[in-house]
């Protein structure tokens, strides 16, 4: 059967879901199912002069980084050029990355002329008509690797993906990065840490975390298999949302004592009501350490 020819083009960017997806331990085996047209870090059959010239073909576009319409060069060319060349003539096009596909860090740097390749940030750019039927958002950042693999073998294997409103497909952006984590206790009870790196504790009210309200399943499909910010003691970031980079990210907005924004989909009524009895009861087991290191 023949292989579906991937291309991997690069934007602005600092390399890391590119970095990330090479950490994936079937990496090689991923590969496999695919003519790999060129890849910036690997050797392939074709090399950036020749991608640059527009003399090959793709049936999946991989995109990673900022989009910027006119200025970001390569030996002369204009990027944007080139992947709108390839994008036309794609099957699918990946945006692999919150700065592909929204904008995210780099975006900060010239928000009027920095975007995502089809969303500028919440919005919409003008190419979301044109590219929306063969569009996939994967945004994270880094994206984790397992992400990225998931999709490219649904796409190797002609598998159908269920995407939401912004292109990112279901299986891996329906629920929050809340989902799984292992301080929902905490949460639920209202007993927050004042410290980073620990095991007891909810980070969303005192330290930021922005699990509740970000897609993701970075607390089911674990980093290096292992762990995660939360699970770790570090907040979420919220790297997957058309928002980020946020201003502050380690503290939580509050207006007299309430948190400014709701967990997603939950009211203030709600909220304030389960905090209030939550609040209301003292659990022993809460205030103990989950390991005493100095016993």
């Not at 692999?96 to 860090?105: I, L, N, S, V, Y």
Request: charged share 25%; glycine share 8%; net charge positive.
């Amino acid at each position: 059967m023949k292989k579906p020819k991937l291309l991997w083009l690069q934007s602005i960017t600092c390399n890391g879901n590119a970095h990330s997806f090479f950490n994936h331990p079937d990496f090689f085996s991923i590969l496999s199912h695919f003519e790999l047209i060129h890849h910036p870090f690997i050797d392939t059959a074709h090399d950036l002069e020749e991608v640059l010239a527009l003399s090959v073909e793709c049936d999946i576009l991989v995109l990673e980084g900022s989009f910027q319409e006119e200025g970001f060069l390569k030996k002369g060319i204009e990027v944007s050029k080139v992947i709108e060349h390839y994008a036309n003539e794609s099957k699918h096009i990946v945006t692999t990355g919150t700065c592909a596909t929204f904008g995210g860090m780099f975006k900060q740097a010239n928000p009027e002329k920095i975007s995502g390749f089809a969303f500028d940030g919440e919005e919409k750019s003008k190419r979301y008509e044109r590219y929306r039927s063969k569009l996939i958002s994967l945004p994270g950042c880094p994206i984790h690797p397992k992400w990225l693999s998931f999709v490219l073998l649904m796409l190797a294997k002609k598998k159908k993906i269920v995407l939401d409103s912004m292109h990112r497909p279901q299986e891996l952006y329906g629920i929050t990065v809340h989902t799984g984590c292992t301080r929902n206790e905490y949460f639920e009870w209202k007993v927050d840490t004042k410290r980073f790196g620990l095991k007891e504790g909810c980070l969303f009210y005192e330290q930021g975390c922005q699990g509740p309200y970000t897609r993701g399943s970075c607390n089911k499909i674990l980093w290096n298999d292992i762990s995660s910010k939360t699970m770790a003691g570090t907040p979420c970031f919220g790297c997957t949302e058309p928002t980020f980079p946020q201003v502050a990210m380690f503290k939580t907005k509050t207006n007299m004592g309430i948190p400014a924004k709701m967990p997603l989909g939950v009211s203030k009524r709600a909220y304030l009501t389960l905090t209030g009895v939550a609040k209301s009861i003292k659990i022993k087991r809460f205030s103990e350490k989950l390991v005493d290191y100095d016993s």
